[in-house]
């Protein structure tokens, strides 16, 4: 299939999933089993479709490099054991690493927590031309940081400030934050894997019993675990709150890991594609400089050259 034709299969296929505006989003709805009625035997075509996404988006990644106008931010989220690690493993495969960077943002340092919120992730912002993937984000500030009060209480603000409308005013500022990059030529676009309290079980013993999984299992995710409701919470009033066009959320069915890496690759596709990316046009001038260096290049009798 050529480029242009799965561009538009990909685009399709991504817009179950996307949320521009969430005033009746409800995480319920979702079904983290859903495949859009794909089999487990088409699974073949999943790896398939994925490797031609994986290529496609190395074409298009190309463009935006050379472009180097816009930049594309992926924002990753989801509870422990939905995947992410492998979906940005799979997606980004055939991406050129010059044009791209990974960042995990974990607990924050003390150097982090000696400023705003924010802070740590604007400092790891992709440059014009590239991908940057937040693998999660500053939205664990209104995640982990709600869900574990006293975590916001470590976070050296002001007491004042700290009041009932906090997560409001957090909703707020990402999503004015989120406008200034969008207008500034950011594009985002943001992924919540969205996993069943079963398949994590099943995956966790899977950590544990696989000695070469073992290292990917710690005991906080068991505590976390434990919070399962109030994260779900957590997640539709954020999704709810700062869903929009220019920063759409994906809430990508995540039990199966062959369709979440297809529907995953599909958004990125339709997000850098939606860019209208092109080689830049050279001008009189350089046609003319171009020339001039063929000729000399290929006038045999110059030495020099
Ligand atoms: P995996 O899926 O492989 O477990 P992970 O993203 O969960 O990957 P971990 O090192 O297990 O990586 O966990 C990172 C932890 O850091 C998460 O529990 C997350 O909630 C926490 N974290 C991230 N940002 C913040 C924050 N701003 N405040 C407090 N904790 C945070
Ligand atoms: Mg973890």
């Known amino acids: ?182 207008g500034n030529g950011v594009a985002i676009c943001k992924f919540f894997l969205h996993i069943s309290k079963k398949e994590q079980k099943a995956r966790f013993l899977e950590r544990l019993e696989n000695p070469e999984k073992n290292w990917k299992f710690s005991s906080a995710d068991m505590s976390e675990r434990g919070f399962w409701d109030e994260y779900h919470e957590a997640y539709e009033d954020m999704i709810r709150h700062t869903a929009a066009k220019h920063a759409p959320w994906y809430v990508v069915p995540a039990n199966n890991k062959w369709f979440t890496r297809v529907a995953v690759a599909a958004a990125v596709i339709d997000t850098l594609a939606s860019l209208n990316l092109a080689y830049p046009k050279v001008g009189k001038d350089k046609l003319k400089e171009l020339a001039a260096a063929k000729r000399a290049l290929l006038a045999k009798k110059n030495r020099t050259v």
């Open 1 to 182: 299939m050529k480029a242009k034709a799965f561009i538009k299969r990909a685009r399709k296929f991504a817009e179950p999933f996307r949320v521009t505006n969430g005033d009746k989003f409800r995480l319920k709805d979702v079904d983290p089993d859903d495949t859009l009625g794909l089999k487990s035997e088409d699974k073949p075509r999943a790896k398939e479709a994925l490797a031609m996404g994986v290529e496609v988006l190395a074409g298009l990644q190309d463009t935006l490099y050379a472009q180097d106008k816009w930049a594309v931010l992926l924002i990753f989220q989801a509870m422990d054991a939905a995947g992410k690690d492998g979906a940005i493993k799979h997606v980004m495969s055939g991406i050129n690493p010059q044009g791209c960077q990974v960042y995990s943002f974990k607990a924050p340092t003390s150097e982090d927590l000696d400023h705003d919120y924010l802070w740590r992730c604007i400092r790891s912002l992709p440059e014009r031309g590239r991908i940057g993937i937040f693998n999660r984000s500053y939205y664990e500030e209104t995640l982990v940081v709600r869900v574990h009060p006293d975590y916001l209480e470590q976070q050296k603000l002001p007491p004042e400030l700290i009041s009932k409308s906090i997560w409001e005013d957090r909703f707020r500022d990402i999503c004015c934050f989120e406008r200034y990059l969008a």
